[in-house]
């Protein structure tokens, strides 16, 4: 059973950036599709971005020109580059295998002054 282990989330201001982290165990990662999904409180698991196993990107309207998405095969890792962050980034943020339907544990991002 793959696992996947998130980092990089914190405090950040409003128009700051920050890079997400997610590590996968074992050895189909680099034949997997990889997602970032967020949760804000109060509020349902919303779609952030797709990677293909390929290197194709695909995101959410609310993010697209600000957050990459990006992977590293050799370290079984995928990043979340977000920049220009606005307060409702607020949330945890999850990586996701769609083809496992294996999560991450999450890691919070909250963007205030």
């Known amino acids: 059973q793959v696992q996947l282990v998130e980092s990089g989330g914190g405090l950040v201001q409003p128009g700051g950036s920050l890079r997400l982290s997610c590590v996968a165990s074992?050895?189909?990662?680099?034949?997997?599709?990889m997602n970032w999904h967020r949760q804000a409180p109060g509020k349902q698991r919303e779609y952030v971005a797709t990677?293909?196993?390929?290197?194709?990107?695909n995101y959410a309207d609310s993010v697209k020109g600000r957050f990459t998405i990006s992977r590293d095969n050799a370290k079984n890792t995928v990043y979340l580059h977000m920049n220009r962050l606005k307060p409702e980034d607020t949330a945890v943020y999850y990586c996701?295998?769609?083809?496992?339907?294996?999560w991450g544990q999450g890691t919070q991002v909250t963007v205030s002054s």
């Open positions: 990677i293909t196993r390929g290197g194709l990107p």
């Open positions: 996701y295998m769609p083809r496992t339907g294996v």
């Open positions: 074992g050895s189909i990662f680099s034949s997997n599709a």
